[in-house]
């Protein structure tokens, strides 16, 4: 215990390692990716590693902000709307205003949003605040959907508004088009990567470490002299934007977007996202995403992978959702604590191991000569 | 000390006032249309009442907040519908076998997916509810359809007229069972001994144990109690509403917000706080364009949230350092 909280205080330098060989390994994604072909539905993995980077963005920040902070919210679903709409909208209604630009509007507004939201509202804790922010949610996505002259309604973006236009347009920086699949991973998960050092650098600062202290009690840390409200509606802020960024990102990835897109299940899957993956771990956010993006399409691409699967059962998309929630509950059984911790006790085991072995090996040697 | 108490009350009152104020004023302005408003908002109302009182008793014993809690209403609904419209067994045998085979779905799940986590933490009990609500919604669809379905009303669908407003006879029997359903919790954590039991477990676990009050039993007696409350709601509003397997979802966040809004882990307030909710709600619905109306409903919440934490009739918790 001892040694895991100096680990987290100090922050290592194998961090910083990790995450070289974690940006490593996704970049080289999409040189073995191939889409798996089938009859009933096609896994084609840089798409969904797409959606799961956008994803990402928005966990990366509530992982913070839950995992670290220990303050919870139903309600991210709402910035990760804020940036989507924010984007589509400046960019749908007037053809010249550059994309990237409105990227960074819609991260900036969720984050000004976060700010006049977060100030009153973080000052309620556990079941209070996931209920403030759970209701903040909602109006979110009522207010996407009632204010039909800007967000289109329940059609949505593009085909809701009275300007014509096919779709979102694609996000260009500097001229360069990020038109495709391809182009788009990239973008997407060096954004994320570069959050990760960033993250790295945030829980390693004066910040996390107030942050990790008002998370084990708020009491002590304001004793301590750490500025609780600043510190939880900084991260609060931070976590919008995150998600306000990941928001603008999705719209211009998926072309279009409407309300449904940004309900309270997605809120629900940001926070499973977190939880599943490893709150308060480093890499749980993007284990979490991971698997949790790929988890519903594996399960409903399976049947087709069995042979001799009678055809009423190889249309899987039924009970998808069935798995998926008893596979929820036996994670949270059996891996409390998290995949990515689960993981990294299974890497420490393992090094634990072959040091052991080295040292064995070694001490042979030595007994020969 | 002193001064706070004077300042809850004084909330209070003037939040009182305010329903009073709001409803006097919609019936002196809108007079019999406002007096259907009100009907229908107290039928809603119990509804909710009946869902927040789901959440109350398991909030109460294990300090978590159950998101399947609507599931439950949505699964008796369902299973309504297919015993008695489909099955053509009388409606009072489907709702006694509906509720029956509700409550111990709820009891089985809290068994195999909520007792084996007695230490885990809070976050991750909540996160093991969330997965029953998606396994269990799931379910219904695969089982029947996307399609709502309508239930038959227990008598007749002739509107009574009531002082210039109409009044399905469905809502007599939301009423009624609402009011049963109160009475009988009541009755139970008051009066019986297992029922103070769980409430003194739900105070000090250890020291309830002490004195031979399993803290298992208890959170298992507190989900059937749940599972129980929620089914009977979902099968009594079935009628006016439509069935469908993703009813729940609404019907869990209104009761959730109904729960929160009375003090979240007691009954009066859960009653309180589900009318108040439903009352609001319609007449809202009614000045303002229907789409905003939960919205409204939302925006009064987190209002209650940031004025008064602990609900209109809830105790404020200290902060134990």
């Known amino acids: 215990m001892e040694r895991k909280v100096e680990k987290l205080a100090l922050g290592e330098k194998r961090d910083y390692r990790n995450l070289l060989i974690v940006a490593v390994f996704i970049l080289l994604v999409p040189l073995w990716a191939r889409p798996i072909p089938g009859d009933v539905l096609h896994l084609d993995i840089v798409n969904i590693m797409v959606l799961a980077g956008v994803y990402a963005c928005a966990v990366i920040g509530l992982n913070l902000l839950v995992g670290y902070a220990g303050q919870i919210s139903l309600g991210h679903a709402a910035f990760f709307g804020v940036g989507a709409y924010t984007t589509a909208i400046l960019t749908c209604h007037f053809s010249w205003f550059p994309t990237w630009l409105g990227v960074l509007a819609g991260a900036a507004l969720a984050g000004v949003i976060g700010w006049l939201v977060g100030v009153p509202v973080l000052r309620l804790k556990g079941n209070y605040l996931a209920m403030a922010t759970l209701g903040l949610g909602e109006i979110a996505f009522i207010l996407f959907s009632q204010l039909k002259g800007l967000t289109g309604g329940t059609v949505g973006i593009p085909e809701g508004i009275k300007v014509k236009v096919g779709e979102i347009p694609a996000l260009s920086v500097f001229g360069f088009k990020f038109d495709t699949d391809i182009k788009f991973f990239f973008l997407v998960w060096a954004i994320v990567m570069m959050l990760m050092l960033l993250n790295i650098n945030v829980i390693r600062s004066r910040v996390g470490r107030g942050l990790r202290a008002l998370h084990s009690s708020e009491v002590a840390a304001e004793a301590m002299g750490v500025n609780t409200a600043r510190y939880k509606t900084q991260v609060f802020v931070l976590s919008a934007v995150l998600a306000g960024l990941g928001g603008a990102l999705f719209a211009h990835f998926e072309g279009y977007i409407s309300p449904e897109s940004f309900t309270f299940s997605l809120s629900i899957l940001f926070i499973t996202m977190v939880v599943v993956g490893g709150m308060g771990n480093l890499w749980g956010g993007i284990v979490g995403v991971i698997v949790l993006t790929f988890l519903p399409q594996v399960i409903q691409a399976m049947p087709q992978w069995i042979p001799g699967l009678p055809s009423n059962l190889k249309n899987f998309s039924n009970y998808t959702l069935v798995l998926y929630g008893i596979l929820l509950v036996v994670f949270m059984m059996f891996m409390p604590s998290g995949i990515a911790a689960g993981l990294s006790h299974g890497v420490d085991f393992g090094e634990k191991q072959f040091k052991h072995m080295r040292d064995r090996v070694r001490a042979k040697k030595y007994e020969g000569h | ?321």
Do not use: C
């Not at chain 2, 993703?246 to 882990?265: E, P, S």
């Open chain 2, 1 to 321: 000390m002193g001064r706070a108490d004077d300042r809850q009350r004084i909330l209070l009152i003037s939040s009182a006032i305010f329903i009073v104020l709001v409803i006097t004023l919609t019936l002196s302005l809108k007079r019999s249309t406002g007096f259907q408003w009100i009907l229908s908002g107290l039928t809603v109302g119990s509804i909710y009442a009946l869902i927040a009182m789901g959440f109350s008793v398991i909030y109460s014993s294990t300090r978590v907040i159950n998101f399947a809690q609507g599931e439950f209403s949505m699964l008796g609904g369902m299973l309504m519908y297919s015993i008695s419209v489909k099955g053509g067994v009388p409606p009072w045998i489907g709702f006694i076998l509906s509720v029956l085979i509700v409550t111990l779905v709820g009891a089985g799940l809290e068994r195999v997916a909520i007792h084996p986590l007695k230490e885990q933490s809070v976050i991750a009990v909540i996160i093991v509810t969330i997965g029953l609500a998606i396994f269990l919604r799931a379910l219904a669809k695969w089982i029947w359809g996307t399609d709502p379905v309508k239930i038959a009303s227990f008598s007749g669908d002739k509107p009574l007229r009531f002082l210039g407003a109409s009044i399905v006879p469905q809502s007599f029997w939301v009423f009624g069972f609402t009011v049963i359903a109160v009475v009988l919790v009541f009755i139970f954590f008051n009066r019986t001994l297992v029922g103070k039991g769980i409430r003194a477990a739900a105070m000090n676990k250890d020291a309830a144990s002490l004195v031979g009050v399993s803290s298992s039993t208890s959170s298992l007696l507190a989900w059937t109690i749940a599972a129980a409350l929620g089914a009977s709601a979902g099968i009594v509003i079935a009628p006016i509403n439509f069935a469908a397997y993703n009813v729940g979802i609404m019907l869990g966040l209104k009761g959730f917000t109904a729960a929160v809004l009375g003090g979240l882990g007691s009954f009066p307030g859960a009653v309180a706080g589900g009318l108040v909710l439903g009352v609001l709600e319609m007449i809202t619905a009614g000045v303002v364009p229907s789409g905003y109306k939960d919205a409204v409903a939302f925006v009064i919440l987190i209002l209650v949230l940031l004025i008064r934490p602990q609900g209109l009739l809830g105790k404020s918790e200290d902060v134990k350092v």
